[in-house]
């Protein structure tokens, strides 16, 4: 129903920025709720932030610290995800995520949505 595809990852300095991109196929996209992870090699997918389709609902994992900061377009069907004073522990394949309304503790498992776009590469050098 939705198809989504992440850009934007690369290899940056450590206190440089990304802007990491999600750009969805498929109707009604201000009608699915994303999300973003990220999964390290050696370490299980981990919740980033977690989007509302209107964009005015906003839930971050903690160790984000006001570093990263979502948000979403939704006349261009793309969400993005600014990544500011990026850290070498930083380093991991982002993915985000689509699912209609997730609430509670959905919204920040993997479990809660319901497409993945493939994943970009996020290294950071100290």
């Known amino acids: 129903q939705v198809q989504l595809v992440e850009s934007g990852g690369g290899l940056v300095q450590a206190g440089d920025s990304l802007r990491l991109s999600c750009a969805a196929s498929?109707?009604?996209?201000?009608?699915?709720?994303m999300g973003w992870f990220r999964q390290a090699p050696g370490k299980e997918r981990e919740f980033v932030v977690h989007?509302?389709?209107?964009?005015?609902?906003?839930n971050y994992a903690g160790f984000v610290k006001g570093r990263f900061t979502a948000s979403r377009d939704n006349d261009k069907n793309t969400g993005y995800l600014e990544m500011n004073s990026l850290k070498p522990e930083d380093t991991a394949v982002y993915y985000c995520?689509?699912?209609?309304?997730?609430?509670?503790?959905?919204?920040?498992?993997?479990?809660?949505?319901?497409?993945w776009g493939q994943g970009t590469q996020v290294t950071v050098s100290s």
């Open positions: 995520a689509a699912s209609r309304a997730l609430t509670g503790w959905s919204l920040s498992q993997t479990s809660g949505y319901d497409y």
């Open positions: 989007i509302s389709g209107s964009g005015r609902s906003l």
């Open positions: 498929g109707r009604a996209f201000s009608s699915y709720d």
